[in-house]
């Protein structure tokens, strides 16, 4: 056990909940996915009072026993010091033993560790590696991540088309992130050779998400005809949406073109 974490506190069956107290049998018999469970009965109050302390005396238990959620939950604790002595050097050695079991959570945050140095000395490349390795397991943050460091040539040689295919791959999960960079990737012909149809779909998606910005730019590229032909109409429906959203570009370009 950490030596700055004290043991787990006994409960007593008849003053929890049923389904807790069968959880916490569990879990000072030693199963460590009980142990976890404890973790997040303790973390929300599920059964009992909200308790950091004791949330990460059961954290630490499971992710002794090499539980990776479990590992990586202790690590996100150390980092924000909840329940523990705040230590970005503790959250990274926590990181890096969940992340060499594959866990990408894990993998995030040890990757921000190295590009921040946060913990441990910067180290832009292995921030890169584990950001790689996490998108390529499909995780949403890490694509969006490893795709704005190859807009940004961060590390190596900007790289456009390679952050293209990380923010499709995260857009297609619904990143409004993604789908904001795609949009504007392509209007601007920022490279990758301009093509205002693809940004029009990208700005559409993410207006059907509700974006205020997206909205008015579909209605000002109706407007222009711009990777579509003109439509006055449609620029207005779009204009309108994106005013019922507050985008305020959009009240003024309605009241511009006497459709207030």
């Known amino acids: 056990m950490a030596t700055d974490i004290p043991e787990p506190q006994e409960l007593h069956e008849f003053l929890v909940p049923e389904t807790v107290w069968s959880t916490y049998v569990k879990a000072k018999a030693g199963e460590a996915e009980s142990q976890y469970a404890m973790y997040f009965i303790y973390r929300y109050g599920r059964g009992v009072d909200v308790d950091p302390v004791q949330s990460?005396?059961?954290?630490?238990?499971?992710?002794?026993?090499?539980?990776?959620?479990?590992?990586?939950?202790?690590?996100?604790?150390?980092?924000?010091?909840?329940?523990?002595?705040?230590?970005?050097?503790?959250?990274?050695?926590?990181?890096?033993?969940?992340?060499?079991?594959?866990?990408?959570?894990?993998?995030?945050?040890?990757?921000?560790?190295?590009?921040?140095?946060?913990?441990?000395?910067?180290?832009?490349?292995?921030?890169?590696?584990?950001?790689?390795?996490?998108?390529?397991?499909?995780?949403?943050?890490?694509?969006?991540?490893?795709?704005?460091?190859?807009?940004?040539?961060?590390?190596?040689?900007?790289?456009?088309?390679?952050?293209?295919?990380?923010?499709?791959?995260?857009?297609?999960?619904?990143?409004?992130?993604?789908?904001?960079?795609?949009?504007?990737?392509?209007?601007?012909?920022?490279?990758?050779?301009?093509?205002?149809?693809?940004?029009?779909?990208?700005?559409v998606s993410l207006g059907k998400e509700g974006d205020g910005e997206a909205l008015y730019i579909v209605g000002c590229m109706y407007l222009e005809g711009e990777g579509t032909e003109k439509d006055r109409d449609s620029a207005i429906q779009w204009l309108r949406l994106a005013a019922e959203y507050d985008y305020g570009p959009a009240t003024e370009k309605l009241m511009e073109m006497g459709e207030e």
Not at 75 to 90: D, F, H, I, K, T
Not at 171 to 185: F, N, Q, T, Y
Request: charge should be negative; aromatic fraction near 10%.
């Open 56 to 203: 990460a005396a059961w954290c630490v238990k499971s992710a002794e026993q090499g539980y990776a959620d479990a590992q990586t939950a202790l690590g996100l604790l150390y980092n924000n010091g909840e329940g523990v002595p705040q230590s970005c050097e503790r959250a990274v050695e926590w990181f890096t033993k969940a992340a060499e079991q594959g866990d990408v959570y894990a993998m995030d945050n040890l990757a921000a560790a190295y590009y921040y140095g946060d913990g441990t000395a910067r180290n832009a490349k292995e921030a890169e590696r584990l950001w790689t390795e996490a998108a390529e397991k499909g995780h949403t943050d890490s694509q969006i991540k490893l795709a704005n460091m190859l807009y940004l040539g961060e590390i190596t040689d900007r790289d456009v088309p390679k952050a293209v295919k990380w923010f499709k791959a995260a857009a297609e999960k619904h990143s409004e992130e993604a789908m904001r960079m795609l949009g504007r990737i392509y209007r601007e012909g920022d490279g990758v050779e301009k093509d205002s149809v693809e940004a029009m779909k990208w700005f």
